[in-house]
C-alpha cells in the first residue's frame, strides 16, 4: 500500500480527529469531512457529553501520537467514586489500591480541538467543516457530500474511505440499506435516557464540591452523576428512565415536580444547584444505546471505525478510549505492511471486534453497579477488600475495574473474562462466609486466586 494514497475520514470528533492526526504522520493524504462547524470557532457543545472520563487505554494512543503531555494539561485526575447516600452522607470508593491508578476527567471540546489542531499540522492533512456525508458508495470508494452553507451536494472520490461518523454513521447506514453483502447490525436501547445538568464554580471559582472524584448519586433505579471541569464547574448528568417509576422524563415536566424529585432524592445536590431548573427545561433528553454491527469493512474500499463500529453505554467510561484505541490497533496493523487494504481491515476487525464486543457488555454491567450495587453492603465489602489487596500485592491482584481501566496491555475481552471470574468468586467466599475481610490477606489471596481460577475453567 504506497503511502501517497488518498485517505477520507467521514467525521472529525474525537476518532477521526485522532485518526487523520495519526495517519497524516504515517504519511498518507487525508482528507476529513466534519458535518459540523469547526468547534474551535464555534461553541457546539450543547446536548453532548460536555467532559468524559478519560483513562489509560486513551492515554496509549495520546503517547502513540506524542500529545501525552499536553492532553494531561487538560485532565482533572479522579482518585474513585463520591458516593453520595440519600441522606448527604458521603465515602469515596477508590478506583485501586495502587495510588498511581485513577481516571481523568477532560473536556470533550479542548481535546478534540488539540486533535484537530496537531492533524492540520501536517500539509498532508485537510479538513474540511459543514460537509456532511449523506451516503457512500462503497462499491465505487465514492462518499456523497451536502455543504450545509451553499447547500450543494458533491462527490468525493478516494482510495479508501473510513467512516469515524460516530453512533448515526452514515456509511453505517450505506451498508445497511445497501444489501450488497451479509451487513448484520443490532442496535438496543436502554429504557433510560440521560440529561445533562451543571454546578457552578462559587464566586470566587473555587469547586462547590470535591474536586478529585467522580461523584455518584445512587438511587437503584436511577442516579446522578458529575465530573469536573477546569473552570470549577461539574457537568452534572441525571440517569433516568423516560416512563418507569415514579419520577421519570415523561413526567418531570414543570418546576415544581422537578424539585420535589431532587429535593427528596439528591438534597445535597439540589443545594449546590440553583441553576437546576434553567438547566432542566433548556437541555435535552437524549437516548442511550447500545450498537453492534459486522462487518466492519467492505473488501478493500471502506472501514467503520470508533462509535460508528460499536457504541456504547457511557458507564465504563471507555466509549473514548476504546475509539482511541481502536487507532492503536488499527495502527499496529498497519506496520505489519500487510498486502492490501482489504487483510489490512480484516485483520484490524477479527483482532478487535471481540474487545469491543466485550465493552459493550461490560458498560450495561456497570451501569446496574452504579445505580445500584455499590449501595450494597456486599458490593462494598467486596470493594474494600479489593483495596486491601491491590494495596498490599499490587503485582498479584488486580480487580475488574483496573483490569478494563488501567491495563492497556491486555483487552477487554480478557479483561471481562477474568475481571468477572474474580468478582464471582469474592461474592461467594463473601456469601458463604468462608472469608474475612479482615482476616490474613495472604491466605485471602490464595482463596480468591483459587476460586477464580476455578470458575475460569468451568465456563
Ligand atoms: P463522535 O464523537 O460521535 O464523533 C463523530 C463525528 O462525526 C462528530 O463530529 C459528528 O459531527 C460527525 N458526523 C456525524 N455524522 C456525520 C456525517 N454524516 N457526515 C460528516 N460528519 C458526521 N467515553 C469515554 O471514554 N468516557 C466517558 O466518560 C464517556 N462519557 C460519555 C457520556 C455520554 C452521555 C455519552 C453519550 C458518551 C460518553 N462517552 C464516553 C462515549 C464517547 O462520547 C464516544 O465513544 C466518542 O465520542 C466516540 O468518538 P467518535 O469520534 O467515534 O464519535
Known amino acids: 500500500m504506497k503511502k501517497q494514497q488518498n485517505i477520507l475520514i467521514i467525521g472529525a470528533g474525537l476518532c477521526g480527529s485522532l485518526l487523520a492526526l495519526r495517519l497524516g504522520q504515517r504519511g498518507y493524504n487525508v482528507s476529513v469531512f466534519e458535518m459540523r462547524p469547526d468547534l474551535r470557532k464555534v461553541d457546539i457543545s450543547a446536548g453532548r457529553s460536555i467532559n468524559l472520563a478519560?483513562?489509560?487505554?486513551?492515554?496509549?494512543?495520546?503517547?502513540?501520537?506524542?500529545?501525552?503531555?499536553?492532553?494531561?494539561?487538560?485532565?482533572?485526575?479522579?482518585?474513585?467514586?463520591?458516593?453520595?447516600?440519600?441522606?448527604?452522607?458521603?465515602?469515596?470508593?477508590?478506583?485501586?489500591?495502587r495510588t498511581h491508578e485513577f481516571i481523568n476527567s477532560i473536556s470533550r471540546g479542548e481535546l478534540n480541538a488539540l486533535l484537530l489542531d496537531e492533524a492540520e499540522k501536517h500539509e498532508n492533512v485537510k479538513i474540511y467543516f459543514n460537509k456532511k456525508c449523506k451516503s457512500v458508495d462503497f462499491e465505487n470508494t465514492t462518499a456523497l457530500f451536502k455543504d450545509y452553507k451553499s447547500k450543494d451536494e458533491f462527490l468525493e472520490d478516494a482510495d479508501v474511505i473510513i467512516a469515524t461518523d460516530g453512533a448515526g454513521s452514515a456509511l453505517r447506514k450505506s451498508y445497511y440499506l445497501g444489501k450488497k453483502f451479509l451487513f448484520s447490525f443490532s442496535q438496543a436501547y436502554l429504557t433510560h435516557g440521560y440529561k445533562e445538568l451543571s454546578i457552578l464554580p462559587k464566586d470566587n471559582g473555587d469547586f462547590k464540591i470535591y474536586k478529585n472524584a467522580l461523584?455518584?448519586?445512587?438511587?437503584?433505579?436511577?442516579?446522578?452523576?458529575?465530573?469536573?471541569?477546569?473552570?470549577?464547574?461539574?457537568?452534572?448528568?441525571l440517569f433516568l428512565s423516560y416512563d418507569e417509576g415514579t419520577y421519570n422524563f415523561n413526567n418531570l415536566t414543570n418546576d415544581e415536580r422537578v424539585l420535589e424529585f431532587f429535593s427528596k432524592e439528591f438534597p445535597d445536590a439540589l443545594a449546590v444547584m440553583p441553576n437546576l431548573l434553567e438547566d432542566f427545561f433548556t437541555n435535552p433528553t437524549a437516548p442511550l444505546g447500545t450498537i453492534k454491527c459486522s462487518p466492519w469493512h467492505y473488501k478493500g474500499n471502506t472501514l467503520l471505525m470508533g462509535d460508528a463500529a460499536h457504541a456504547i453505554v457511557p458507564f465504563y467510561g471507555q466509549g473514548m478510549n476504546a475509539s482511541f484505541e481502536d487507532v492503536v490497533e488499527f495502527d499496529a496493523v498497519l506496520d505489519e505492511n500487510l498486502s492490501s487494504w482489504e487483510a489490512t481491515f480484516k485483520t484490524f476487525e477479527k483482532r478487535r471486534k471481540k474487545d469491543t464486543d466485550a465493552i459493550a457488555d461490560l458498560a450495561i454491567d456497570n451501569f446496574h453497579e452504579m445505580k445500584g450495587h455499590v449501595n450494597q453492603a456486599i458490593f462494598q465489602e467486596k470493594r474494600k477488600l479489593e483495596m486491601a489487596l491491590e494495596k498490599q500485592f499490587p503485582k498479584d491482584y488486580t480487580s475488574k475495574y483496573a483490569l478494563v481501566t488501567f491495563n492497556e496491555d491486555i483487552g477487554y475481552r480478557e479483561a471481562m473474562l477474568r475481571g468477572r471470574a474474580q468478582d464471582k468468586?469474592?461474592?461467594?467466599?463473601?456469601?458463604?462466609?468462608?472469608?474475612?475481610?479482615?482476616?490474613?490477606?495472604?491466605?485471602?489471596?490464595?482463596?480468591?486466586?483459587?476460586?477464580?481460577?476455578?470458575?475460569?475453567?468451568?465456563?
Open 54 to 97: 478519560f483513562s489509560d487505554r486513551g492515554n496509549k494512543a495520546m503517547k502513540l501520537v506524542g500529545l501525552e503531555d499536553q492532553v494531561k494539561a487538560l485532565c482533572i485526575p479522579m482518585h474513585g467514586r463520591m458516593i453520595h447516600d440519600a441522606h448527604g452522607n458521603t465515602f469515596q470508593s477508590n478506583y485501586s489500591g
Open 215 to 237: 461523584h455518584i448519586w445512587p438511587r437503584g433505579s436511577f442516579m446522578l452523576i458529575a465530573l469536573p471541569n477546569l473552570d470549577g464547574s461539574f457537568t452534572v448528568t
Open 425 to 459: 468468586a469474592i461474592l461467594n467466599l463473601l456469601a458463604d462466609k468462608k472469608i474475612d475481610i479482615n482476616g490474613d490477606l495472604k491466605t485471602i489471596l490464595e482463596q480468591v486466586k483459587q476460586e477464580t481460577e476455578a470458575i475460569l475453567e468451568d465456563d
